[in-house]
């Protein structure tokens, strides 16, 4: 099993960055894709999810309205679009995929800094 993020890098404040996420190694179709966030010193973050059987999308509250979550089945692959980047989104993004409640296999996370 892989998940491969990539997009991440440096930004300005009120910019944009659009994160990948490559699966491989399980069916992609059956699971809930989702994108966490962690900084030093506090516990890993939901972001945004977006489920298996109808594209049902969720994300946290400091989010909304500025990121949006998508996949491509076909692709294996599942997106993060980010507008109005702001400095509190500075973290390391981090890929998951879960079948049930809890998160099944994660990626190795991408570096997404916000700075001018």
């Known amino acids: 099993v892989q998940l491969v993020e990539s997009g991440g890098g440096l930004v300005q404040p009120g910019g944009s960055l659009r994160l990948s996420c490559a699966a491989s190694g399980f069916t992609f179709r059956r699971y809930t894709m989702s994108w966490h966030r962690q900084v030093p010193g506090k516990e890993r973050e939901l972001v945004a999810a977006?489920?298996?059987?109808?594209?049902?999308?969720t994300y946290a509250d400091s989010v909304k309205d500025r990121f949006t979550i998508s996949r491509d089945n076909a692709k294996r692959t599942v997106y993060l679009q980010m507008n109005s980047l702001k400095p509190e989104d500075t973290a390391v993004y981090y890929c998951g995929a879960r079948f049930g409640s809890r998160v099944d296999f994660w990626g190795q996370g991408t570096q997404v800094t916000v700075s001018s």
């Open positions: 977006i489920t298996a059987a109808d594209n049902r999308k």
